[in-house]
């Protein structure tokens, strides 16, 4: 089962602008991380954040989290076309436990130069 | 970054045929490890908690005898699906967990499957 929803489902612009996108879940968490996926392919880890912290960074890559409103953000600054992908969050709970992810429904991206 | 490998990287077969999809972590050990299933333009579902030395454990909706899991050693679990039908062609990703990081997994390329 997925954990819940990401926002939006897809995202559209241009090279240069920043792209948001949103993340939503439903139990409590230990940790939330944010993957990309290019078409057909594998995921990458782009960036991982705790339940007691509230804001990352790494690199054009900002994300918050908000676990009172169980949700995150991403952010990606001066997109490029190279980060035409998918974008998913997934979490681990102690309520599942086994260090199991569950993955976001995700928002696939395109940056258009 | 650790490496995690997955073999083949596509398959094509014939409907009712078996498929075995092998998954590697490359510089670790794994003692657990996951197995998701991607259908086009949707999220990874997992499928089931591969765990060195003892039984999968599946998720829910999820055929144990249809999918057939063996984690035979720290670096290696084979997902068999059988007797596979059109419906079962997806992307299919392991991922392996490395002990003494937090929930740090490291994903496979992943495996495309086609059932004809």
């Known amino acids: 089962s997925q954990q819940g929803e990401e926002d939006p489902q897809a995202l559209s612009i241009q090279e240069g602008e920043n792209a948001t996108m949103n993340c939503s879940y439903k139990?409590?968490?230990?940790?939330l991380q944010w993957y990309r996926q290019n078409s057909g392919r594998g995921l990458v880890h782009l960036i991982l954040?705790?339940?007691?912290?509230r804001e990352k960074h790494s690199g054009r890559l900002r994300v918050t989290l908000d676990t009172s409103k169980k949700s995150s953000s991403l952010l990606i600054t001066a997109s490029r076309a190279a980060d035409t992908a998918s974008y998913f969050c997934?979490?681990?709970?102690?309520?599942?436990?086994?260090?199991?992810?569950?993955f976001g429904a995700g928002t696939r991206l395109a940056v258009h130069p | 970054g650790a490496v995690v490998s997955q073999h083949p990287s596509r398959v094509i077969c014939k409907s009712g045929t078996s498929v075995k999809i092998e998954c590697r972590s490359l510089d670790f050990q794994a003692t657990t490890m996951f197995w998701y299933r991607q259908f086009p333009k949707q999220s990874l579902m997992l499928m089931a908690t591969s765990n060195e030395g003892s039984k999968a454990t599946y998720e829910q909706g999820v055929e144990k005898d249809k999918f057939l899991i063996n984690h035979a050693s720290l670096t290696l679990s084979t997902l068999t699906v059988t007797s596979a039908h059109p419906e079962d062609s997806s992307f299919y990703i392991c991922s392996a967990y490395r002990q003494g990081t937090y929930n740090e997994q490291f994903f496979g390329p992943g495996t495309r499957l086609t059932v004809l």
């Open positions: 954040i705790r339940s007691n912290e």
């Open positions: 997934a979490t681990d709970s102690a309520e599942w436990g086994y260090n199991k992810l569950i």
């Open positions: 139990t409590s968490i230990n940790n």
